[in-house]
């Protein structure tokens, strides 16, 4: 995104020099020559741009305006002409253009993600998300990875994830969540607060590579923290301890494969046809092959393995396990936070 300004200011200061050199022997030529304003801006051009269409000057004075003009104006042009050119053959006008176009696309984006960092993890976090067809937003210091999160429809800003330019950019007022999964805890925490700070009630899910950091995340405004080196140790021991559950957590959490079995949640709005109704009567093993694991009530608390008499509250939110596309159409129909 900075060397994107670098190129417009060049363009710009080009412009402004241009325009100034003309506005400059406008007045030259008016006040020299004893001519009007538009005389003297048709002069002015002329003599920029070396047609020669018009009479020369009779006099020293008009000829030493022509003369500083014609010095000014080819180098300006020259420039000009070289920077246009520089632009085509190193591929910076394809760049500029398709940053506008990219830069279009965010506008029209709404209830997307924003990955903050495009190390392993964020990596990771950008092929699930593309994996269940939701649409995002990157944000990375590193150029070099802008072709590594390469997809289509998806957007890299080249800025650091902090940045409050780099967050309005990435369209942080209409998105859904924000990761922030920069391999440094302490940029983490200034993603979190200036998120925070920018848009009070997003949903912000941050990584600690250090679980005693996960308070200070939480203090910074990050709803959710996850330690990526904890979860690992745990598969690692479950993979020891319990190889079948181990197994079973891979396939459902295989983002981006065919999966038969996968976890998913309905969040029970006052309108859902499950509001009011209990477990057994939202009927949902009957039509969907799809079982109640747990319902979260509205203050986090979980109910595992629920009463099939228990009543379903608006407000709850039922986490469900079945077949993949079972559990995806049921959540695109009653999608939830």
Known sequence: MSHTRDVFRRLAMLGLALCALIAGGTVAYSLVEHRNVWDGLVWTVDT?????????????????VKLVLTFLGVGTLF????????LVVTGELGTLLSERRARRMTERLRDHYIVCGFGRVGRQVASDLRAAGAPYVVIDEDPKNREA???PGVRFITARPSDDEALRDAGIARARAIVACVDSDAENIFIALTARELRPDIAIVARASREDNESKLRRAGADRVVTPDAIGGHRLALALLRPAVHD????????????AVDVGQIM???SSPFAGQTVAGCDLRRMRNVSI?????????FTLNPDAERVVQAGETLIVIG????????EAMYSGD
């Open 79 to 86: 420039y000009a002409l070289v920077s246009l050119t520089e």
């Open 293 to 301: 694991l747990a319902v979260r009530e509205p203050g986090g608390e």
């Open 248 to 259: 079973l957590f891979n396939e459902i959490f295989s983002f981006g494969i065919e999966v």
């Open 268 to 270: 029970i709005e006052p």
């Open 149 to 151: 999160a390469y997809a």
């Open 48 to 64: 920029v741009a070396t047609t020669g269409s018009i009479q020369a000057p009779q006099d020293a004075a008009g000829e030493a």
């Open 323 to 330: 077949p993949a596309q079972a559990v995806y159409e049921l």
